[in-house]
């Protein structure tokens, strides 16, 4: 018989280990917003993915699983809000614009040349990947999300295999390793990067530090991070809009609610000492929607309610009615002519794995 039971609550933000009560491994993922199935009658693996398959769509699209021991299989609901793949194209679109001037500054900072080798978390649907191929020798970029690798991967046909290689992994994986096929790609066993990159991902992290532990792994002594991460709560219109106020509220307590952190621009440097990373820079970038007019950002902004309004509803942080008023202020504020929209914060940071 299958039975799904809830792990016991702990308290917010806790990351302790929690013991398997099928056997006594335990696993540090085992968070409070997990859930267990156990297979006391099915104990396989076709028999999950069948039970997994009855769930509904949109269930299934937010839970990934994973193995934990013979009897037990662990599903976390992913704390990635927004859409992947085709769907994410458009909005990840208009995020490049914004952003782009101030990631190429970002990267000439860092000093990447073209005979760097570049290790890319999140590549999302390629926007900086593309940019770190035509400017490097070697990318390794990863998403952990199958339809994000598809997009990214069609996307940089041009670059040949030696230069460029996409693969799927998950950057908070405790034992986190590359698939070792991609170093037999490049001239010879080079397993450490020059540069290691992410921007925008941390924020979506339930566990940020492991993922720049891994990060400075894959680095060589010496080799330098860039990463990019917002502060949502500095996000505003000028003059003041209480629309765009209660977005950034509600997306914020969305985040707390999922256990991951989207003002976590503030805490790069003090979580890039604690990964072991020296000569922490950082500097923030505030400067509006520069190269988009109203009606783009309009667009963005809606788009983006769009990706996370149902997981608000979802979560109770918000009503599908207060979520219908919002998108209905937020789509009166743009047509309102003369409003000057500031995105969330950008914090900047380059940091150095030390030499010895
Ligand atoms: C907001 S998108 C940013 C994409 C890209 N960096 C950009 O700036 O255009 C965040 C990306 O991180 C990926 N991601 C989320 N959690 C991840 C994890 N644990 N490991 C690897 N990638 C992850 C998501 O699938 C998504 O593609």
């Not at 085709?86 to 190429?104: C, F, G, N, Y």
């Not at 405790?174 to 450490?192: A, Q, V, Y």
């Not at 440097?269 to 007019?293: H, K, M, R």
């Amino acid at each position: 018989m299958t039975s799904i039971n809830r792990l016991p609550e702990r308290s917010e933000g806790s990351r302790a280990p929690t013991e398997c009560s099928e056997c006594d491994r335990w696993r540090k993922r085992f968070y409070a917003r997990s859930w267990i199935l156990h297979f006391t009658a099915f104990s396989s693996e076709r028999r999950l993915i069948e039970v997994i398959n009855s769930f509904p769509r949109g269930i299934r699209d937010i839970l990934k699983q994973s193995s934990v021991c013979n009897r037990v299989f662990l599903l976390m609901a992913s704390s990635y809000i927004l859409s992947t793949g085709e769907s994410a194209v458009e909005s990840l679109k208009l995020q490049a614009q914004i952003m782009r001037d101030h990631t190429i500054a970002h990267l000439e900072k860092a000093g990447l040349k073209p005979t760097d080798s570049v290790f890319e978390v999140g590549c999302g649907t390629g926007d900086v990947t593309e940019i770190l191929v035509q400017h490097s020798h070697l990318v390794v970029a990863i998403d952990n999300n199958s339809k994000q690798v598809e997009a990214t991967q069609s996307r940089i046909h041009a670059a040949d295999e030696h230069t460029f290689v996409v693969v799927q992994a998950d950057i908070t994986d405790e034992n986190f390793s590359l698939p070792r096929s991609f170093s037999e790609k490049d001239d010879g066993l080079r397993i450490s990067f020059d540069k290691a990159y992410a921007r925008l991902v941390l924020m979506h992290l339930t566990n940020p530090l492991q993922a720049l532990r891994n990060m400075f792994n894959a680095l060589m002594p010496g080799g330098v991070l860039m990463l990019q991460e917002s502060v949502m709560r500095i996000m505003y219109t000028v003059p003041h809009s209480d629309a765009v106020e209660q977005y950034t509220n509600t997306l914020v307590r969305l985040g707390e609610k999922m256990g991951v952190n989207f003002n976590i621009g503030e805490e790069l440097p003090s979580l890039c000492e604690q990964a072991g990373f020296t000569d922490i820079e950082s500097w923030n970038v505030d400067d509006g929607c520069a190269g988009l007019s109203q009606a783009q950002w309009g667009a963005f902004i809606l788009m983006r309610l769009a990706e996370w309004g149902p997981r608000a509803i979802e979560q109770g942080i918000a009503t599908q009615e207060q979520m219908i008023k919002l998108k209905g202020d937020l789509e009166a504020l743009i047509q309102t002519p003369g409003i000057k929209f500031y995105p969330a914060r950008q914090v900047h940071i380059i940091a150095r794995k030390p030499t010895v």
